[in-house]
């Protein structure tokens, strides 16, 4: 049944760069579960109009001549502390001197290029809670939620380690909008035509919609702020 | 092939000698890697293994020396092949395809990269392990281990304090010049030279610290899971090391495990030993069909191998 929820996660390790838009990770789950084209491997060269997009349980609106979807960007709880990784690689030359073919034994750049040794520096973020306020259906939402396991980036190293997901009813839609002093603010990126008439964002340009890194995507934007 | 879903290993380390897993310098002393970890209200930093260390040492290094050695990859890889092995690979070309082609040979050919995926010149291919970061057995950590470890009670007596396992180490390099014998082995020593014997130290977790860390597989098929648990067999015969200084005795860690999800489909739980039996066997059926697939994949304009 189609409601309005607070979603949180609470997260068991910090979280690496930005969590994803709620409407994102269950297009991507969805997707999976259903092995659409592309769902592993969307890249930049794939036109979106080739591929179809999952029917995800969230209710869309529509705003200003767009069909956005009801859900908020992540809001995180208190960030405790903030800090850098790092990330390292190295071609181990040592370990492999021998294991190369002879005619391959020879001296290597490792400070550029392709085997150049790596110290990348990583956002940290000590957050325990994430939400996202939604209108959707909880039990289809909890069924692909719950197979998350991490959030964010680096996930294969441990990073943004998902413990629970929590549901809670509210009795107001705040997931694109929420009142404030008689105003709408805007809870989620919008179009820029969509957000106008409402107030707490900044203007930028970038995706609107998920897949929200795709170039097809991009257009003069409203962030919440 | 059947599918058996998620997969989780849940790792109990037990250091069998002193870890130095670092994560830089302070002065002239090397300091343990440390995670900020909320604690009470307060944030602190506690030791912890990184989940990069403990991918690359548990399933990378030991999963692809195998296949060298069962290949007989020795002396024969080209460089491009090495570094897709033994570090993922790098991305050195676009492209506007994707080569679903090889990506599916190597799925079908070789489980251990269908889990760790790895870049091919021109193109990423994705895996499905995600690996947690070494955390301390502590009184700090106690929840969240307690939490990673769910359906398992952690023993009820308290935990100690991370300081309580927190140690230094201290070695001094030697000078050749100023060992006993060194007049007879070395002709030209000049006694008015400065010497560069080096004290050297750093912080160490002791010995008989504990670590609770995981794998998940997600969506994995059974030659996978055998492929990480071969990986983890030859990384513990290996003395299960992570960390520096390994040359001199430290980073040595002696493992159990138990495993979620090896239940299929139809409820029958499948054997760890069989799963690392069917992926030996795997391997072995496919050796030929690797080889290819490396000199397709990292073309030299004269075959190597």
């Known amino acids: ?225 | 092939m059947k599918q058996i879903g998620t997969c989780k290993i849940h790792f109990l380390s037990e250091a069998m000698s002193p870890i130095t897993h670092m994560m830089g310098v302070s002065g002239n002393e090397s300091i343990l890697n440390r995670g900020k970890i909320i604690y009470k209200n307060n944030v602190v930093d506690i030791p912890m293994l990184s989940g990069n260390a403990l991918r690359h040492k548990i399933i990378r290094d030991p999963g692809a020396m195998y296949l060298v050695d069962c290949c007989d990859l020795r002396g024969k890889l080209s460089i491009d092949q090495a570094n897709y092995m033994f570090t993922g690979g790098s991305l050195t070309e676009s492209s506007t395809t994707n080569n679903i082609k090889i990506i599916a040979e190597l799925q079908q050919i070789s489980p251990l990269f269908r889990l760790l995926g790895g870049s091919l010149r021109n193109q990423v291919i994705g895996g499905s392990l995600f690996v947690s970061r070494g955390l301390l057995i502590c009184e700090e950590n106690a929840k969240t281990i307690q939490a990673l470890c769910k359906n398992y009670q952690l023993p009820k007596n308290p935990l100690l304090p991370a300081q309580h396992f927190i140690s230094k180490f201290q070695y001094t390099r030697g000078d050749a010049g100023r060992m006993k014998d060194a007049a007879s082995i070395i002709t030209d020593i000049d006694s008015k030279e400065k010497s560069n014997l080096m004290i050297y130290s750093g912080e160490t977790i002791i010995q008989g610290a504990m670590f609770y860390h995981d794998l998940t597989l997600y969506n994995v098929s059974p030659l996978e899971i055998g492929a990480a648990l071969h990986s983890i067999n030859l990384w513990q015969h290996n003395d299960g090391i992570i960390g520096s200084s390994a040359r001199i005795g430290h980073g040595k860690l002696k493992s159990s495990i138990w495993i979620d999800g090896l239940v299929d489909w139809f409820g029958d739980e499948k054997d760890s030993a069989e799963l690392v039996v069917d992926y030996i066997k795997h391997v072995q059926a496919k050796k030929d069909n690797f080889v290819d697939w490396l000199q397709k994949a990292f073309p030299e304009k004269k075959s190597l191998l």
């Open chain 1, 1 to 225: 049944m189609i409601k309005n929820w607070k979603i949180t996660c609470n997260l068991l390790s910090p979280l690496c760069g930005d969590a994803p838009g709620i409407d994102s990770l269950l297009e991507y789950e969805l997707a999976l579960r259903l092995g659409m084209k592309y769902s592993r491997k969307l890249t930049r060269n794939v036109k979106l109009s080739e591929i179809e997009i999952p029917p995800i349980p969230l209710a869309k609106r529509t705003v200003n001549g767009f069909d956005i979807y009801c859900c908020s960007n992540p809001i995180y709880s208190e960030v405790k502390a903030e800090w850098v990784d790092r990330q390292s690689k190295r071609f181990d030359v040592s370990e492999l001197a021998l294991i190369l073919h002879e005619s391959q034994r020879k001296k290597l750049l490792t400070s550029s290029g392709p085997y150049k040794s790596r110290y990348v520096p990583l956002r940290i973020r000590l957050v325990e809670k994430i939400v996202w306020f939604v209108r959707g259906d909880k039990k289809e939402i909890n069924k692909l939620l719950k197979k998350i396991i991490a959030l964010g980036h680096c996930r294969n190293i441990g990073y943004g380690v998902v413990g629970s997901w929590e549901y809670e009813e509210q009795e107001n839609d705040y997931s694109i909008f929420a009142i404030h002093q008689g105003k709408n603010v805007i809870m989620k990126t919008l179009p820029l035509e969509a957000a106008k008439g409402s107030t707490g964002y900044r203007h930028s340009y970038g995706g609107a919609f998920p897949p929200y890194w795709h170039p097809e995507t991009y257009m003069e934007i409203a962030i919440p702020q």
